[in-house]
């Protein structure tokens, strides 16, 4: 069963069209991801899922709502972790979440049986009366996470959720992100890391220039590389210099250079 089904979505701003009569459908309890370069136009289709941006053409519909005659009843089933971390810094860990909940008019005992249960999951329980302004960019969007799951959303949308992050932090909202979707909620995911979705998601949707290019199993893009005459490598590099980080980033057979504990080149 669809839980999103987009058709010809559009969304121009003056002369730039930066998002090209897209179609595509998710599936209840997928992980989907958006996988394209900066400024391909990701964000703004999560900002019109998200009811956050109205669309110049084209229909679409979230949790069988239509976005933009039912945005309300679309955001009573969303949940959304934005690129801007959104927390206030002189609230703790739990104040933060405390007053999101009572912003989305949840009652006050789940609130502290849901604040409590996603301060564990996020594995932040230690730094719960922490001030969120003494927190680290990672420890910030483990909150936010947690944020965003308060009101227990069927869809959960992921605008970049470890854009910026160190590679330990990377791997624990990974993980995070897994076990979530275990759990049936069905996530959308952003991402320019070509290695981000191909581990995470089920579909991938290859956005480029507003355009979805591709859609299918990372498996079955893979492959298409393959017939098509091509060779994929995935190489290891350990402790380059930054000058030759960026000559390989130059190379035309390059299409990705990403950094965990190695740089790993695609």
């Known amino acids: 069963m669809s839980t ?4 010809k979505l559009t969304r121009k701003f003056k002369d730039l069209v930066a998002v090209d009569h897209i179609s595509f ?4 309890g997928q992980l989907f991801g958006l996988l394209g370069p900066n400024g391909a136009g990701k964000s703004t289709i999560i900002r019109m899922l998200c009811t956050l941006l109205r669309p110049t053409s084209g229909e679409a519909k979230v949790a069988g709502f239509e976005i933009v005659k039912e945005a309300g009843k679309v955001r009573e089933h969303i949940g959304l972790v934005a690129e801007k ?13 405390k007053f999101f909940g009572r912003l989305n008019h949840i009652p006050e005992k789940t609130i502290s049986e849901r604040t409590k249960k996603l301060l564990k999951l996020v594995k932040m329980e230690k730094w719960a009366n922490n001030l969120a302004g003494t927190f680290s960019t990672g420890m910030k969007q483990r909150i936010n996470l947690a944020r965003a799951l308060l009101d227990m959303p069927e869809i959960l949308f992921l605008d970049e959720p470890t854009l910026g992050l160190d590679p330990q932090t990377t791997r624990a909202i990974r993980d995070f992100i897994k076990e979530i979707n275990k ?4 996530i959308i995911l952003t991402t320019h890391i070509m290695q981000e979705a191909d581990i995470l998601c089920n579909i991938i949707g290859i956005i480029d220039q507003g355009k979805i290019v591709a859609l299918d ?4 893009l893979k492959s298409a590389i393959s017939q098509q005459g091509k060779t994929a490598f995935d190489l290891n590099i350990s402790n380059p210099s930054a000058q030759v980080v960026s000559q390989i980033e130059q190379l035309e057979t390059v299409s990705l250079v990403s950094q965990e504990n190695d740089y790993n080149l695609k």
Do not use: F, M, S
């Not at 459908?25 to 209840?28: A, F, G, N, R």
């Not at 971390?85 to 979440?97: C, G, V």
């Not at 199993?217 to 079955?220: H, K, M, S, W």
């Open 4 to 7: 999103i089904e987009v058709d």
């Open 25 to 28: 459908k998710v599936e209840k």
């Open 85 to 97: 971390i959104i927390l206030y810094d002189r609230l703790t860990a739990r104040e933060n979440l």
């Open 183 to 186: 759990e049936g909620i069905t």
């Open 217 to 220: 199993t990372p498996q079955n």
